[in-house]
């Protein structure tokens, strides 16, 4: 009587041959078992990323339907007001900013006035009602973390995002000085010391709860205080105009980067698309937003391409990997083959149990695959947040997840033809000395 | 006529007279590297009762392996017939000769041929998955009756020359097979390791009811034999000094 018929029994025979052969490779296995990890971690992370970071900046939760700025690139605009990199194409007058805000026909407007930082951080001039009006990712009204508050729009208070404070250091009631200029570089350990900083100090009155929108990475402050600040010059009605301590400053002076905009209906956008965009000169509308950014990833849609294509040749290595390590292995496991035949394996047997054996190699590798693919995607989601203040979702499910890990299995057991072929073919006889 | 029980095929066994193995005008040739034909095996007739137990003496290079690796269908002669209780293994595609050699026919070779990586109860396991399937119990009480109970867990590297033959003997007989063949299988073992094994390597045969066929040239083993024959008896090539294989 035995445990079970001849079939399982088979099976059982090539899972032993396997398991023997990757425990007597143990070091080559390891190695190309990391290689196909890689390989299966690079390949899964280009797509997820790719996609995660196409919904990120294109998936419309930035609150806003449109920017108006100055004539030029809708995607400058876009760029510059709602992920606040680039610089910006130019200001409008104050007096746009106003008929806007009084039309029935805009839900929100809401001004930006741009041209300071604080150790690479944007400061943006804008408005309380931000804070107040503003929704992002449908109805998620911005909150402030512990006692913070919204700045007094005559006082030199500032509220700073989540990821400000966390790279910066600043917290409620902190003071700091703003730099001049745009700069990019939060390593640019500003103070009272540099000699781009302005005279003016400024309060933190709040911290942002972090939104994982590019709205963590601004130091907001009121737009006065960028009309005021030293140095800063006004020209809304085509003359220079510098402010002064105790003066108001008239309308007609005040200019601004660009304004958000969130209409009462989807048709407004046509309807100031077609009088801002076609029958205008002067200035320009970004709508929708989304669509803006679309264009951009369909512009670099080749960076895509290029690097799928790489990620498919960093496969296709490993599968050869798989074949070169697998096949290095055959001759001098010629003798092991003739004693399996010998002992009634038949040709099959050594064949699927090559292959089973590149397959199995590659199946690991696909597991292992994850946990590259977890760590490439944290990097990638780290770098991206801190350059953007976008965060995509790591752990999100994308189809090239589930289906890396079969073809790179499919793969494998490919790469283990040619090696099962020659390990077929082994002469058994030959291979059984000596005679007598 | 063979009547055995299932199991336990230790115990109960009636025998009779009728042949396991026939053979009739068997020929294999190989070509040698100038072109010429050498003639191996030329063998007209043999045969091999159940339960019997023959040792045929040959010197080195007399064909003895080849003519044991025909039999186990190793090897496909050019001519004649193997009669494996009662089918004609000639006639039988590679396949279903692989089956029948793991199922039918045990085989001591003379370097023992275990396999390197695996433990002395794997590669007596092994032989059962290729053959009739995993009998773990059966298994054990093999390794237990060549004194291998206490290296159960060793690989051959890990086992004296005697040891790795007691295994080889174990996994010759781990499928029931009505047909051992041994190969010089005391070649390799020194005179009392040779004796010992010899000795088990019969018992083991008579009480599984296996006929065993030894080619051998040592004289000391074949004395041990009732019936002991000159290859060149059976294998008309074996004379020639060109028949080596």
Redesign the interface.
């Known amino acids: 009587?035995?445990?079970?018929?001849?079939h399982?029994?088979?099976l059982?025979?090539v899972a032993?041959?396997v398991r023997?052969?990757l425990?007597?490779h143990a070091f080559a296995s390891a190695v190309t078992i990391l290689a196909s990890a890689m390989a299966s971690g690079l390949v899964m992370a280009v797509f997820a990323i790719q996609h995660q970071s196409e919904q990120a900046f294109t998936g419309g939760n930035v609150g806003f339907d449109a920017v108006l700025g100055a004539r030029g690139s809708k995607l400058q605009l876009v760029l510059n007001c709602v992920f606040h990199l680039d610089e910006s194409p130019g200001n409008i007058p104050w007096s746009v900013y106003a008929r806007l805000k009084a039309d029935p026909r805009v839900r929100l407007a809401i001004p930006y006035a741009v041209g300071d930082n604080y150790r690479g951080f944007r400061i943006v001039g804008t408005t309380p009602e931000l804070f107040r009006d503003y929704r992002y990712s449908g109805d998620r009204e911005l909150k402030f973390a512990g006692k913070g508050r919204p700045f007094e729009p005559t006082l030199r208070e500032a509220v700073i995002g989540g990821f400000v404070a966390a790279r910066t250091g600043l917290r409620y009631g902190d003071h700091f000085h703003p730099s001049h200029g745009i700069s990019l570089d939060e390593t640019d350990d500003d103070d009272d010391h540099d000699h781009h900083a302005h005279d003016e100090e400024y309060v933190v009155v709040g911290v942002l709860e972090t939104t994982n929108t590019p709205i963590d990475r601004v130091v907001w402050i009121p737009i006065e205080g960028v009309f005021r600040m030293g140095g800063h010059v006004l020209r809304g009605d085509g003359d220079v105009y510098v402010a002064r301590p105790g003066e108001s400053i008239p309308d007609e002076r005040k200019e601004i980067s660009a304004m958000m905009l969130k209409f009462a209906a989807p048709t407004v956008g046509a309807e100031l698309d077609n009088v801002i965009n076609r029958n205008g000169k002067e200035m320009t509308l970004a709508w929708p937003i989304a669509n803006v950014m679309l264009g951009l990833f369909e512009k670099f849609g080749w960076i895509t391409r290029v690097l799928r294509l790489v990620a498919y040749l960093v496969v296709a290595v490993s599968a050869c990997a798989i074949l070169a390590a697998v096949y290095n292995t055959i001759n001098e496991r010629r003798?092991?083959f003739?004693?399996?035949?010998?002992?009634?394996?038949?040709?099959?047997?050594v064949f699927s149990a090559i292959v089973a054996e590149s397959a199995t190699i590659a199946a690991l590798g696909a597991m292992l695959g994850f946990v590259f693919y977890g760590v490439i995607v944290l990097v990638a989601a780290s770098i991206i947040r801190s350059q953007t203040g976008v965060v995509i979702d790591a752990w999100s499910f994308h189809p090239a997840l589930a289906l890396t890990p079969p073809v790179m299995i499919a793969l494998g057991a490919l790469a283990g033809v040619v090696p099962a072929i020659k390990a077929y073919s082994t002469d058994?006889?030959a291979n059984?000395?000596?005679?007598? | 006529m063979t009547i055995t029980t299932r199991w336990p095929r230790l115990s109960t066994k009636i025998t009779s007279v009728t042949a396991i193995l026939e053979i009739h005008e068997l020929v294999k040739r190989y070509r040698a590297p100038g072109g010429a034909t050498n003639v191996v095996v030329d063998a007209p007739s043999f045969s091999l009762a159940s339960a019997q137990q023959v040792a045929l003496r040959g010197e080195s290079g007399s064909g003895k392996t080849t003519f044991l690796n025909l039999i186990a269908g190793i090897l496909a002669p050019d001519g004649g017939a193997i009669r494996i209780d009662d089918v004609d293994i000639t006639r039988l595609g590679e396949s279903a000769r692989d089956r029948l050699r793991a199922t039918q026919v045990g085989y001591v070779f003379q370097t023992f041929n275990l396999l390197q990586g695996y433990t002395a109860l794997q590669n007596v396991e092994l032989a059962m998955m290729l053959g009739r399937g995993v009998d773990h119990a059966f298994a054990r009480s093999l390794l237990e009756k060549v004194g291998m109970s206490d290296r159960l867990h060793y690989r051959p590297s890990q086992l004296s020359v005697g040891q790795q033959q007691r295994v080889a003997v174990a996994r010759a007989l781990a499928n029931h097979p009505k047909l051992v063949l041994a190969d010089e299988p005391t070649g390799n073992l020194d005179a009392a390791n040779a004796r010992t094994s010899l000795s088990l390597l019969r018992e083991l045969c008579e009480t599984n009811g296996a006929a065993l066929l030894l080619v051998s040239h040592d004289r000391h083993v074949l004395e041990q034999f009732d019936d002991a024959r000159d290859f060149s008896e059976i294998n008309r090539a074996a004379t020639s000094t060109e028949a080596a294989a």
């Open positions: 009587m035995t445990s079970g018929d001849a399982p029994s088979r059982r025979a032993l041959i023997r052969s425990g007597r003798r092991e003739a004693i399996l035949r010998a002992i009634g394996a038949r040709k099959s047997i058994v006889s059984l000395n000596p005679h007598s």
